[in-house]
């Protein structure tokens, strides 16, 4: 079919098939004009998934361990951080100790003290394997403390036992010094056990070995040039540590050995997990070289307890340590 319009002598004639396409565009006007206006549907809530009880875990306890209340340190610096128990040998879970020290007290019980076996090893937690300390029974003696001139880590405990009805071990933390500052004075050795000949007259002098033992706690070298350690019991003498490494070739067998050793000079540091030792008269090289060189007389009471400190290069106090000396003590060295 088609349609004609007049209009002005003309005539146009618009044929089906275009009536049909006009048609189809104004359908689709109007069903984009209804597709805007609709409102989008929220999305479907999830599927509830039916519950499942988690999967059991069977745990072993350890009856060995007795978990303590967090309790501040008593007067004297000391706080418990675990206690372990039992009849049989055992291997305790790690602790953690914060201090640059710490003790075992221990006790055990039975009824055959002659046949008895007691052993407690330290050992650190990922360490080399070697003990760090260790707790021995011996038939007769009472029980004592341990104490273990380390920290800032995790340990554990294997315990060895033989014909005991019970053991106990208590570990206490030491809080007075904080392990913050890695190096510390661990030992004053106030009564030296070897003498050294001084004179013709063969006369000896009890305070060669004396000395004065500095540990670095951490994992990292410590620059301990310009430090000054001091008998502040006395007021004097001081030691100041040199700005290198104290090394002496005259104790090496070969020029080659001196070479290896002593040069190039290095910085004056206490290396990682080290100790070095500052003796009072006579240096001992396989403990860093380091010596009052007080000749002859001592710098370390025993008589009368003293107390060493440590400053660093700014003149400021890192550590302190001090030593009781028994009543009645009045022997010479």
Request: aromatic share 10%; charged share 20%.
């Amino acid at each position: 079919m088609s349609g004609e319009i007049l209009s002005g002598g003309l005539s146009i004639n618009i044929s089906f098939s275009t009536r049909q396409f006009i048609y189809a565009v104004l359908a689709l006007l109007a069903a984009g004009s209804m597709a805007a206006c609709t409102l989008i549907a929220p999305p479907a809530a999830p599927v509830s998934q039916p519950q499942t009880k988690p999967p059991v875990t069977t745990e072993t306890q350890q009856p060995a361990e007795t978990t303590v209340a967090e309790v501040p340190p008593d007067e004297d610096g000391w706080t418990t951080v675990k206690s372990f128990s039992g009849k049989d040998g055992t291997t305790t879970p790690a602790f953690h100790i914060s201090g640059n020290k710490w003790r075992i007290i221990w006790t055990v019980d039975t009824q055959d003290p002659e046949h008895a076996v007691f052993n407690a090893l330290v050992y650190e937690q990922n360490g080399s394997g070697v003990p760090a300390g260790k707790v021995d029974y011996s038939p007769g003696v009472p029980p004592d403390v341990v104490i273990i001139d380390e920290g800032g880590r995790d340990y554990y405990l294997k315990i060895i036992t033989a014909n005991l009805n019970k053991w106990i071990l208590d570990i206490e933390d030491y809080a007075g010094q904080s392990i913050d500052q890695p190096v510390q004075i661990t030992e004053i050795h106030y009564k030296g056990a070897h003498y050294m000949l001084v004179s013709e007259e063969d006369e000896t002098d009890p305070d060669a070995e004396e000395y004065v033992e500095i540990k670095n706690f951490s994992d990292s070298p410590q620059v301990i040039a310009g430090w000054e350690l001091k008998n502040i019991t006395k007021g004097a003498p001081s030691f100041v540590f040199p700005m290198y490494t104290p090394c002496d070739c005259s104790h090496l067998e070969h020029v080659s050995k001196c070479l290896e050793e002593c040069y190039p000079r290095s910085i004056c540091a206490i290396p990682p997990r080290q100790s070095i030792r500052v003796y009072t008269e006579q240096p001992q090289w396989d403990t860093g070289g380091y010596c009052f060189y007080q000749y002859p007389g001592d710098i370390w009471d025993d008589q009368v307890s003293n107390t060493a400190v440590l400053y660093n290069a700014g003149g400021h106090e890192v550590s302190r340590r001090s030593y009781e000396v028994p009543a009645g003590n009045n022997a010479a060295k």
